[in-house]
């Protein structure tokens, strides 16, 4: 892949003009569209429905905040916000559907199934919508699901290479769907799912621990990163697939699991599966975590505007280990230590600014 920036899609290069395009459009964007959608969930007739869809939006905020930073690529400001707009959308639909597993009324993986088949529907922009409840006993919705669906598929007309980018999409969607239906049924079952899972795809990623696979298929990084080079009129599939392999499994990796590093006692003590658990030491997280770093760094480097990419994984860093929880834990303070030794001033710049970010935004 030519490291020139191609069509419409050119990277900050610098924290700087990144965190200027993150202050004054893209925060204050991502702000109004999840205001609509928390309008719209205020409607949800079903009160459970109506509680998780409400309870996704204020506690998990900070997805769609992250996720939308790749809009600063976007030069053109109706392409900009269209990305935006699918980034919400799409982020809202993990969100809101992984509240509706984690505090469900069912432990059924065909529930579950049905539910994230609302994610590859909304990669499909012409396929058919499916009865994403019919599988459990919560169902009046009111459309708020079929609408953030029918959201993300209208927006993907916006991008001129969608079709290019729409299979390594639906590899990283497949992934994640699997992921959310091993981890969320009957606590005995889970792990031999996942173990039964990763024996038909480790040969494909014989450098990671089962545990490492299954925490990168839970980013959707990937996804927007692929979603934003399809801007780019002239973007081939296999540009697309070397996007999708620098991302998937380092830096989504990384992203994942520095999210199971803060959440690790939390997990410990509500009996949650967390794959911080499978490391036989501290010692061994704290070595497969710098490993799973460096091949974060190295996907970064093979991107066209790779500065971009870094300051993202740097980005990740600051964002999980900037969070009140490593503050609160002696160990994790211990931990966060290791991983940030010897970062760049990018690190140290975004980790203030994850903390003004929270404050303000």
């Known amino acids: 892949m030519s490291r020139k920036a191609v069509g419409h899609v050119a990277y900050p290069q610098s924290p700087l003009p990144l965190m200027a395009k993150l202050y004054t459009h893209i925060l204050p964007a991502v702000n109004e569209e999840l205001n609509g959608w928390k309008e719209r969930a205020t409607a949800i007739p079903d009160a459970e429905l109506r509680k998780q869809a409400l309870a996704s939006i204020a506690s998990k905020k900070f997805h769609c905040q992250g996720g939308a ?40 993986a065909d529930d579950f199934r049905s539910l994230h088949q609302a994610m590859l529907d909304a990669i499909e922009p012409h396929g058919s919508l499916h009865d994403y409840y019919e599988n459990r006993g919560e ?43 091993h981890k969320h049924i009957q606590r005995e079952l889970r792990e031999p799912a996942l173990l039964a899972w990763w024996e038909g795809i ?48 380092g830096i989504c990796g990384l992203h994942i699991l520095l999210d199971y590093l803060i959440d690790r006692e939390e997990d ?14 501290e010692q061994q997280l704290i070595e497969r975590y710098q490993m799973i770093l460096a091949e974060a760094r190295a996907g970064a480097q093979r991107l066209p505007g790779s500065a971009f990419h870094h300051m993202i994984v740097e980005g990740l860093l600051a964002l999980y280990l900037s969070d009140e929880k490593v503050t609160q834990s002696p160990q994790l303070r211990v931990t966060s230590r290791a991983l940030l030794a010897g970062g760049p001033f990018s690190r140290t710049f975004f980790y203030w600014n994850c903390r003004l970010i929270r404050r303000l935004f």
């Open 268 to 281: 410990r003590a509500g009996g949650d599966l967390n794959f911080c658990f499978y490391y036989s030491s």
């Open 202 to 249: 480790r040969q494909q990623f014989p450098q990671l621990y089962w545990q490492e696979f299954a925490a990168a298929t839970g980013s959707t990084l990937g996804v927007f990163c692929l979603l934003t080079a399809s801007a780019q009129p002239d973007l081939s599939t296999q540009q697309a697939r070397q996007i999708r392999e620098s991302y998937f499994p």
């Open 69 to 108: 930073v790749y809009a600063s690529g976007i030069a053109d400001r109706n392409l900009a916000r269209a990305l935006i707009a699918w980034i919400v959308a799409f982020q809202t639909i993990s969100d809101y559907l992984d509240n509706l597993c984690d505090r469900s009324t069912s432990l059924s």
């Open 139 to 181: 169902q009046d919705d009111g459309g708020y699901l079929r609408d953030l669906v029918v959201a993300c598929r209208e927006r993907s007309a916006s991008f001129p290479a969608y079709e290019q980018v729409k299979a390594e999409l639906r590899t990283l969607v497949q992934w994640y769907c699997d992921l959310q239906v």
